[in-house]
């Protein structure tokens, strides 16, 4: 299960959605892992069986501030967290550097880490995803590599 605490509304197309709060990623975390590690709820009444599940959540290597990423991560972890997905990365060496600080603060074995991929059509579609879509980290670089291509 990926638990993401996800995006505010406003970045939706539906304008009468209201902003819901009970649950974000940490707490979602939390809810589940408890639910499957003491087979009960939150408000203490028992499951008759308990969820195996294996839980996740997202990581953005690529959004500031920086140095705090891997204390965000060290908090998913504690809460229940057993892997992590990042967003698309174009950046590989901020991706390597964040993995660095991963491992420096003794977090690499404590859950695995997928690196989201995929690919981008053309220069204007990757402008437009960098503009548009949260937490999404385009360099210059693979805008420019794209502009340059005969076909993209």
């Not at 892992?33 to 969820?51: A, E, Q, V, Y």
Request: hydrophobic share 40%; proline share 7%.
């Amino acid at each position: 299960i990926l638990c993401l605490t996800g995006d505010g509304v406003q970045a939706g197309d539906q304008p009468g959605a209201k902003p819901v709060f009970d649950l974000d990623c940490m707490s979602l975390l939390e809810t589940i892992r408890i639910m499957r590690d003491n087979g009960k709820f939150l408000s203490g009444r028992k499951l008759t069986t308990p969820p195996e599940v294996f839980l996740g959540a997202a990581i953005n290597p690529f959004a500031p501030p920086y140095d705090f990423r891997p204390h965000r991560l060290a908090k998913k972890i504690a809460a229940g967290a057993q892997f992590v997905q990042s967003q698309y990365c174009f950046d590989v060496p901020m991706f390597r550097t964040y993995m660095e600080r991963v491992r420096d603060h003794g977090l690499i074995e404590d859950c695995y880490s997928l690196c989201g991929v995929g690919h981008l059509a053309t220069a204007k579609t990757a402008k437009w995803i960098r503009s548009n879509v949260p937490g999404i980290h385009i360099p210059d670089s693979v805008i420019k590599r794209l502009e340059g291509a005969q076909d993209q």
